[in-house]
């Protein structure tokens, strides 16, 4: 490895969306193309990272915009990679508004450089006055708000293919979509001779909260006031109507939200419907799934017979089972709530899922049973560690069954059928969401993995 490379493998590990804390293997840079030349100076690199013997996958793909300087301001300290051959500091350049700057101009210019296509979308207007700043909320990508008026998504790991997350939101802009961040434009480039999405461009939602934190505000005030009476089990859909302004009217508007946007994507990308034998796939699929991960984690085993006998109930639904395009990933954590109403955000899907299959087409209730458990995951994660989480646990599951039935109200207005209907579907789709939670708990937040469990136990 040359210096660049060194100092790539000891960085990298240390960032949020790199997942694991080391570097087993080879790093090199496979892809290098100057976008601004000078002191700073501005260069993309794609960076093969490929795991130690004895592992078979093949390496794994990263971008990096890496900025150069000949002295690094104190205000970059905290983005330094290393030093190449020449003597120049090397740094995450997304922190340097200076040279963000370049990439905003190159999506309004839609210049091309080397292997970089940069595509504006059509009759859109780019601020190019604007100053960047990184947002530090992100996990798996990194996301740079120009003002007031554009959020641009870089894409850390890459994957070969058509990326959902432009190809949706382009198609529901067409369509007219209030409900969604209309694209602005896009970085693209090809890997093994396919197209590669690099970055997206989108109106920025100025003013905006995320549902995660507007759900955790009603949480904490339902706690506060539970814990402050004589007995914490005297909560109840009451208080859980006092609290925090009571998060019901916000789950019934983005419930009829969610459901518009399902309509669109119906109408984007067509709707198909599953015969027998493939409804009986989609459910040996989940359990298969449960079998991995029952013997990865014991303690799921104990719940296993449970939700595999919900599986086999999907297996023999005789009536017609919709699929379509839909998020994917759809939990509090993709919605804000604007001045006008809900937004659905980062319709990649789930990044750890193939992109080949993150276009598939599935029940649009798997969105609606992955928002059900982000709310049941809200009220619970607020309990880890609580000193009276056992007396507000009722609490917290009054809170979660009328904010869930909030949310149905609202997607069955617009849509015309309460998801509820759908009982046994909706059901094992929550079931197969909670068992991947397991996983993902038992993998990187192991205190968390109580969650899911006790979901599983209750539904």
């Not at 939990?331 to 990649?348: A, C, I, K, N, P």
């Not at 193939?354 to 619970?380: E, I, K, M, N, T």
């Not at 904010?403 to 609202?410: M, P, Q, T, V, Y």
């Amino acid at each position: 490895m040359n210096l660049l490379e060194h100092a790539l493998a000891t960085w990298m590990p240390a960032q949020r969306w790199f997942p694991g804390d080391r570097i087993g293997g080879d790093v090199t840079v496979i892809a290098d193309t100057l976008l601004a030349a000078g002191d700073p100076e501005l260069r993309h690199l794609i960076v093969s990272v490929r795991a130690g013997a004895p592992a078979p996958a093949p390496p794994a793909r990263y971008q990096v915009l890496a900025g150069f300087r000949r002295q690094v301001p104190p205000e970059l300290a905290h983005a330094l990679i290393g030093t190449d051959q020449r003597g120049k500091m090397i740094y995450d350049g997304l922190h340097d508004s200076e040279l963000t700057t370049v990439l905003l101009r190159a999506i309004a210019g839609e210049r091309a450089d080397g292997p970089l296509a940069f595509a504006r979308e059509p009759d859109v207007a780019i601020d190019l006055t604007a100053r960047s700043l990184v947002l530090s909320v992100e996990q798996s990508n990194t996301s740079l708000v120009f003002g007031d008026s554009a959020i641009l998504k870089v894409f850390r790991r890459l994957f070969a293919g058509p990326n959902p997350d432009l190809e949706i939101t382009s198609a529901l802009a067409r369509l007219g979509s209030s409900d969604i961040a209309r694209p602005l434009g896009s970085v693209s480039s090809r890997l093994d001779g396919e197209p590669v999405l690099l970055a997206v461009l989108s109106e920025f939602q100025r003013g905006a909260c995320d549902g995660w934190q507007l759900a955790l505000t009603s949480l904490r005030d339902l706690y506060a006031r539970a814990t402050n009476r004589a007995g914490a089990s005297a909560g109840g859909e009451s208080a859980a109507a006092e609290a925090g302004g009571d998060f019901a009217g916000e789950a019934h508007r983005l419930g009829a939200a969610t459901a518009r946007v399902h309509a669109d994507l119906a109408q984007a990308f067509g709707t198909q419907t599953l015969n027998p034998e493939e409804l009986a796939g989609l459910a040996g699929q989940m359990t298969l799934k449960l079998k991995e991960a029952s013997a990865e984690v014991s303690a799921l085993a104990t719940f296993a017979d449970k939700v595999a006998t919900a599986y086999a109930a999907l297996a023999e639904i005789t009536g017609p089972v919709t699929v379509q395009r839909v998020h994917g990933d759809y939990h509090l954590g993709q919605v804000l709530r604007t001045q006008s109403g809900w937004v659905l955000l980062d319709f990649e899907g789930e990044p750890l899922v193939p992109l080949d299959r993150r276009r598939d087409l599935a029940p649009a209730l798997r969105d609606v049973a992955g928002l059900l458990r982000s709310f049941d995951y809200a009220a619970r994660h607020l309990l880890v560690g609580h000193p009276d989480a056992a007396r507000l646990s009722g609490t917290a599951l009054e809170w979660v069954a009328r904010n869930s039935a909030a949310f149905c109200e609202g997607y069955a207005e617009e849509h015309g059928s309460d998801p509820r209907d759908q009982a046994i579907l909706l059901r094992a789709l929550m079931l197969d969401k909670a068992v991947y939670e397991v996983m993902y708990e038992a993998r990187h937040r192991p205190s968390w993995q109580d969650i899911p469990l006790d979901a599983i136990a209750g539904l």
